[in-house]
């Protein structure tokens, strides 16, 4: 029996879906799939203990020895210059005690509880609850997010939720459109879908996936009430996030697509109009690339590249970031390592820096897309580098499900490799 289809059987056996095996040991759906049927080599000895290890398989089975410890190779030429400029000539001893002092930063569970109560029964109005309230305490949230802070921010939802309802005079209970609509203001309702769909992507981010999937179809519903394009289609993107982590990669590609497609062809032709276009795109094509389709993929991110390049230069906005070049070159490095392309992906990253974006969020996501590349390409020593580069601009970025079971695999199969043993200090265990 090929080692693809030994896999197989056992993740059928843990009734796991292709995601969640790829989530466990650093790769996409589509690579697993292609891997357990034999359309790309099972061949890398890191990866088939790796498999051995998650899946509980005797490595025999697979064909190899027990884990040994493996020596780094050197990546050659200038891929990780952005890498090593972050992370070079730093003594280890402060290093040491900056990962051990930022160790602990998580969202607390009680926050969450307090979230996922607020989802359940909306708690009363707290202070001030006029629009301008609700859109200044909203840019404050944003502003959070970006920063990487994700603690205070996640706090504030409940009352976040609770003003803005109270601002567009929009309660929980089932009611028809129309009454729901009826005499409101339809700039509330769309901040209202703001707020939610915010919550959903910070939520997405901690792992609270039910969570993360009830804001997501709230800021939809709310979004649709609106009847404002742009807040529909930031809705329709952060709903197929969701849907792309939850195995459904096609039905996701799906969601966003129509969403742009809608926008597209709407009236709206502001900068925030464009801007969100591109977004969309992007998630479209990483989500094209997620279910295997390199033609859609690669079509939907010259669709980003286009909508970017009508972004006027001078255009800002605390609602998300700015998609520039770069962030849709970003975007491409992760289709590339969806579809398994490590060359591509590498040869992709190597003019991005941290300088061209401008959130620590965005900084950070840098670092652990790149640090999936490199670990596809069987690069330790350079994987850990970006992942403590990452941690340093934004560890909620690291506390991901996908990037902490990678940071896992480091420590557990390359423990002597440089910047393992500082990585293993910041890891919440599963």
Request: positive net charge; charged residues 25%.
């Amino acid at each position: 029996m090929r080692p693809g289809e030994i896999v197989r059987l056992a993740r059928q056996a843990k009734h796991w879906r292709l995601k969640d095996l790829g989530d466990r040991c650093g790769y996409s759906a589509a690579q697993i799939s292609r891997l357990e049927r034999g359309l790309a080599p099972l061949t890398d000895i890191t990866l088939l203990h790796a498999l051995a290890d998650i899946l509980d398989i005797p490595p025999a089975r697979l064909g190899i020895a027990p884990a040994p410890i493996l020596a780094e190779r050197p990546l050659p030429g200038d891929v990780l210059r952005s890498v090593e400029a972050e992370t070079d000539g730093e003594d280890d001893d402060v290093r040491r005690r900056e990962l051990l002092q930022s160790a602990g930063i998580s969202v607390p569970l009680a926050v969450l509880a307090r979230v996922d109560d607020a989802l359940a029964v909306m708690k009363t109005t707290a202070g001030t609850a006029d629009l301008t309230h609700v859109r200044r305490s909203l840019d404050l949230a944003r502003a959070q997010f970006a920063a990487g802070r994700l603690a205070p921010m996640i706090d504030a939802i409940p009352d976040l939720l609770a003003n803005a309802h109270t601002a567009a005079g929009i309660s929980l209970r089932p009611v028809t459109r129309q009454a729901t609509v009826s005499g409101k203001d339809p700039v509330a309702i769309s901040i209202l879908a703001g707020c939610y769909d915010l919550a959903s992507e910070a939520l997405h981010k901690t792992g609270r996936t039910q969570a993360a999937r009830l804001t997501a179809d709230r800021a939809t519903t709310y979004a649709a009430l609106s009847e404002d394009p742009v807040a529909v289609a930031m809705a329709a993107r952060s709903l197929a996030v969701v849907l792309r982590h939850e195995g459904r990669e096609t039905f996701a590609e799906q969601v966003s697509l129509d969403a742009a497609t809608a926008l597209e062809h709407s009236s709206v032709r502001t900068p925030d109009a464009l801007n969100t276009l591109a977004q969309i795109y992007c998630t479209s094509a990483y989500s094209a690339a997620s279910a295997g389709d390199r033609t859609q993929a690669m079509t939907l991110i010259g669709e980003a590249r286009a909508a970017a390049r009508a972004v006027p230069t001078e255009f800002s906005t605390p609602s998300r970031f700015v998609v520039t070049p770069a962030q849709v070159d970003l975007y491409l490095l992760g289709i590339h390592w969806a579809l398994g392309e490590t060359g591509a992906a590498l040869q992709t990253g190597r003019n991005l820096k941290a300088v061209q974006f401008a959130t620590v969020e965005r900084r950070a996501r840098l670092f652990t897309d790149f640090a999936r590349v490199l670990w596809q390409a069987k690069r330790p020593e350079p994987t850990a580098r970006a992942l403590l580069t990452a941690h340093q601009y934004a560890p909620p970025e690291v506390n991901r499900t996908s990037i902490t079971a990678l940071a896992w695999q480091l420590v557990r199969h390359h423990p002597r490799v440089r910047g393992v043993d500082r990585l293993s200090l910041i890891l919440r265990r599963p």
